[in-house]
């Protein structure tokens, strides 16, 4: 069965600290995504990455990056976190075409 | 550039009534598109996808789409709802990849909320 889990559920963290976001999958895929859900906005794709080291910017981009170092784990880290990114988190992993959900960590920067 | 649009923001349905939810796409070549399912709290969870072929695509949970192109529609459908098909339905279209190696990414649809009566 796919796998994709995510190191938190619930995050809450103070504005201006780095934060890490994990993700780790054990399919052997090599494309996996960060998104962030927000009520109304659907998803929106913030990074992704399709081989180890290897990274795409999505559209919103802005205020995040990501590492890729092992092929089973993605992190995304938040530099100098702000309000404006509490937000659900969902990361995914994907063989090549459609995508497999972790369940997610739900963040918030106080 | 590939999108989706969910028409329809929130809908009510019977429990055993028949069920359909819309999604248009934009996109000038066949596209990829894909169906998913998030229960409150959770992650999203593949119902269905269609890459080619028949245009009518089976998926788990007795759910149902059909592609058609003339319409740029891919229609979720099932004929009997029940309480726990409650949940948030995206409609999704693969983007095109920037390079030969570069994976498939998503653009999804704002979502449609179903809600499920007695």
């Known amino acids: 069965d796919v796998k994709v889990t995510q190191s938190s559920r619930y995050l809450v963290k103070r504005t201006g600290e780095k934060v890490f976001l994990e993700c780790v999958q054990d399919m052997d895929h090599e494309n996996m995504f960060w998104y962030r859900q927000d009520p109304g906005l659907g998803l929106r794709l913030i990074y992704f990455?399709?081989?180890?080291?290897?990274?795409e910017k999505g559209d919103i981009p802005e205020g995040y990056s990501v590492s890729r170092e092992k092929k089973e784990r993605f992190s995304l880290i938040l530099e100098s976190a702000s309000t404006n990114q509490t937000s659900m988190y969902l990361c995914a992993s994907s063989p090549g075409r459609g995508q497999y959900f972790g369940p997610g960590t739900r963040l918030t920067v106080t | 550039a590939q999108s989706v649009t969910q028409p329809d923001i929130h809908i009510t349905v019977s429990e055993g009534a028949s069920l359909e939810l819309r999604c248009n796409y934009s996109?000038?070549?066949?596209?990829?598109l894909f169906w998913y399912v998030q229960s409150p709290g959770q992650g999203l969870q593949l119902l269905l996808k269609y890459f080619s072929g028949d245009t009518l695509v089976q998926g788990i949970k007795g759910f149902e789409a059909e592609f058609k192109r003339s319409q740029s529609s891919f229609n979720l459908r099932k004929p009997s709802v029940h309480w726990s098909d409650a949940a948030e339905y995206f409609c999704a279209v693969g983007r095109t990849p920037r390079s030969r190696d570069s994976g498939y990414a998503l653009n999804f649809g704002k979502g449609t909320s179903l809600l499920v009566t007695p």
């Open positions: 990455s399709y081989d180890v080291k290897m990274k």
């Open positions: 996109y000038g070549a066949t596209p990829y």
